[in-house]
């Protein structure tokens, strides 16, 4: 499950930049790290976000569903083919390194995509949107991120609708692979171009209600930051920065 | 009293286009008038509604030639179609018809107040909690028109404002007119539902290709 | 940014993240998720194109839940910068052009996603470009040359596709609509 889930953990009533800057934080970090047992120790802290959002099983459910194609090539593009010391597994012969490389290159993906499967359900975009308003975010920043998902549900049952449509006037799916190119472009074309035409009048609506005003936007429903909070953000930098100092300087010794 | 909009000898010409849009039009709109521009499909009534709320040239490009001062302070627009007049960042009705207010940096105090008061006129209140994107199409024309509210325009514009609604709420919404109206507010409608907007309507004005061919009472644009 | 270009980088990356369901309908062996950011690079220009191709990295993981491909984000600007060079000498005014500057810009995709995919990812990412990868590793390949020649075989055929398609999106608009692109005129 992808997507906000409602709750009222720590996570959820936390200002919604401490959440997604957590996030953050193993996205940077996962990629300082070399080792698999650091790796995993990733691993469990974005598990430990998730149980303290509430969303444990969720998260680590979707994460692994979600990290598995990459577990089962990484599996065979090392495991299998990697390179020798080799160790035995059972009936098969698996890379020793390659094991290792597997296990670093799939703990990254799974802790990032488990910490932000976390953030994701634990924050509201509407409280992202009135923190970042809070914070004076020019308009065409939150515009961009919050407006561009509400739009997204009716453009693709637009583009289902043209599909049907054009299946009705005889436009055939299958065949060669350039018959299916050259479906290409009675599908695509009235979506876009549809799309291009509302233009104007999007950009007419939203000026004479104001977005265009230059003023700094009042935020209706803030939601409350703290000190700890903002405490913990910077933190968060020094943690990522001292980790990519140690890979740097471990590199070197 | 000055004029909310004053068009003198104007014409516009979008960009691209082989001819005029408008043509020659000399029109005032004073305080509190109720005018519905009338014309076939073509005849120049939406771009009147642009040129008059100051919209055209500015956002849509094109020329203009003659004199226009428009004495409004704020205007505001409502097209037919709710969907894309949605500013996409709102998940309550309530920060939608907020929106405009806020944007201009208002205290909070003030945006939440002309969002009650604007959806209080549109009947919506019970809406404010909804999330805009659930909505059927007439209630989110009333969050949109109550967003054009929100930040009291002097003069609005309305093309076509009832296209998408049952018969029920397109009689609401233009019943809502004439109370707008006596509050000083000048509304120009441009629509093919003559019924409805003469019913509510000051004035007519009628334009074939651009020009303006009569202007008076609504029955003899009517009739 | 005008009003106007924020519209129409929103649609852009609407049409980025839409586009593939037409693909999926079709079963075609491409992505086409740059032809939003291409198609803003023709229409408005390169700063409209970047943050068109930056906000699909983002939204595009926040839809999918695959967050580790944030860091392709780099790939997105140079598609666009690409982008909006080559409608500025004209590319997208014929069809054979654009899908001769599509294979440039396939080129250039692959030659950033490529080193990314190899020094963050190990060529793993998931998804048809590593299935090529294994193919090709099985087959003896070094791992890096793997990865380097499917990037650069699944990243020409889309981006061809993606120009010719953008080529004829902007032959097909209307010329009142073309109009309102002054950056078409030229």
């Given at each position: ?5 409602t ?71 090392y ?16 890379s ?9 290159l ?5 802790a ?27 308009f ?13 549900p009716?453009m693709?049952?637009?583009a ?9 006037r005889?436009?055939?799916?299958g ?9 290409l ?16 009048e999007?950009?007419l ?6 977005a ?30 001292a ?11 | ?33 109720i ?9 120049g ?5 642009l ?24 205007c ?21 018809v907020a ?6 940096g ?6 939440l ?6 959806m209080?006129r ?7 909690a ?32 009832a ?5 029920e ?12 109206g ?12 003559l ?17 303006i ?11 | ?10 649609l ?28 803003v ?10 943050t ?23 790939v ?9 060079v ?26 950033c ?58 032959r ?7 109009a ?7």
């Amino acid at each position: 499950m992808i997507g906000y889930v409602t709750g009222r953990s720590p996570l959820h009533r936390a200002h919604p930049y401490t959440t997604l800057a957590l996030a953050g934080a193993v996205l940077l970090a996962a990629f300082a790290m070399t080792e698999p047992r650091t790796v995993w120790l990733l691993v469990l802290a974005a598990a430990a976000l998730a149980a303290v959002g509430g969303v444990l099983r969720s998260s680590v459910r979707t994460a692994l569903l979600l990290s598995l194609p990459i577990w089962a090539l990484l599996f065979v593009l090392y495991a299998l083919l990697g390179a020798d010391p080799r160790v035995a597994f059972g009936p098969l012969s698996l890379s020793s390194p390659g094991i290792a490389r597997a296990l670093v290159l799939g703990g990254r993906v799974t802790a990032i995509v488990l910490s932000f499967l976390t953030a994701l359900a634990t924050t509201s975009p509407h409280r992202l949107v009135e923190a970042m308003t809070a914070r004076g975010v020019p308009f065409g920043r939150t515009f961009l991120l919050a407006s561009t998902l509400t739009i997204l549900p009716r453009m693709r049952e637009r583009a289902a609708q043209i599909l049907e449509a054009q299946q009705c006037r005889g436009l055939r799916l299958g065949g060669s692979v350039l018959a299916r190119l050259r479906a290409l472009g009675p599908l695509a074309l009235p979506l876009i171009l549809g799309a291009l035409a509302e233009v104007d009048e999007q950009v007419l609506a939203l000026d004479v209600r104001g977005a265009a005003a230059g003023a700094r936007r009042t935020a209706v429903d803030p939601p409350p930051d703290s000190q700890i909070q903002r405490a913990l953000r910077w933190s968060l930098l020094l943690l990522v920065t001292a980790a990519y100092a140690w890979k740097f300087w471990s590199m070197r010794g | 009293m000055t004029p909310r909009v004053s068009l003198v000898g104007v014409t516009f010409t979008y960009p691209g286009a082989d001819r005029a849009a408008l043509a020659g039009v000399t029109l005032d709109i004073g305080a509190g008038e109720i005018v519905v521009v009338a014309g076939a499909a073509g005849a120049g009534a939406s771009t009147l509604l642009l040129v008059a709320t100051g919209l055209a040239p500015r956002l849509v490009g094109g020329t203009l030639a003659g004199q226009r001062a428009i004495g409004a302070r704020r205007c505001g627009i409502v097209f037919a179609r709710p969907w894309t007049q949605l500013t996409g960042l709102c998940s309550t009705v309530r920060d939608e018809v907020a929106f405009g207010p806020a944007s201009y940096g208002l205290p909070r105090e003030t945006v939440l107040a002309a969002a009650e008061r604007a959806m209080q006129r549109l009947g919506i209140a019970h809406l404010a909690a909804r999330d805009p994107a659930h909505l059927s199409g007439g209630e989110l024309q009333r969050v949109v028109v109550a967003s054009a509210l929100a930040l009291e325009p002097d003069l609005l514009a309305l093309d076509d404002p009832a296209a998408e609604l049952d018969p029920e709420a397109a009689d609401a919404l233009y019943a809502m007119l004439p109370q707008l109206g006596r509050a000083g507010t000048a509304i120009l409608i441009a629509t093919p539902d003559l019924g409805r907007a003469t019913a509510v309507a000051t004035r007519a004005v009628q334009l074939e290709q651009g020009r303006i061919v009569r202007d008076g009472s609504p029955a003899e644009v009517e009739a | 940014m005008t009003l106007r270009d924020l519209v129409l980088v929103r649609l852009g990356v609407a049409i980025n993240l839409v586009i593939g369901q037409i693909v999926v309908a079709l079963l075609l062996p491409i992505y086409l998720d740059s032809v939003g950011t291409i198609l803003v690079a023709a229409l408005v220009g390169p700063r409209a194109a970047i943050t068109a191709g930056l906000v699909s990295q983002v939204l595009s993981a926040v839809i999918s839940g695959n967050f580790s491909w944030l860091p392709f984000a780099v790939v997105q600007i140079v598609i666009a910068l690409y982008a909006s060079v080559v409608a500025r000498l004209g590319a997208f005014r014929r069809l054979w052009t654009a899908v001769a500057a599509g294979i440039g810009l396939g080129l250039v995709a692959a030659s950033c996603s490529a080193p990314i995919s190899y020094f963050l990812f190990g060529g793993v990412t998931a998804g048809g470009v590593t299935v090529v990868t294994t193919v090709l590793r099985a087959l003896g390949a070094p791992l890096g040359v793997a990865v380097a020649s499917a990037s650069y075989a699944t990243d020409l055929l889309d981006k061809a596709i993606a120009c010719g398609l953008v080529c004829v999106i902007l032959r097909g608009l209307p010329r009142t609509l073309a109009a309102r692109f002054p950056v078409l005129a030229r």
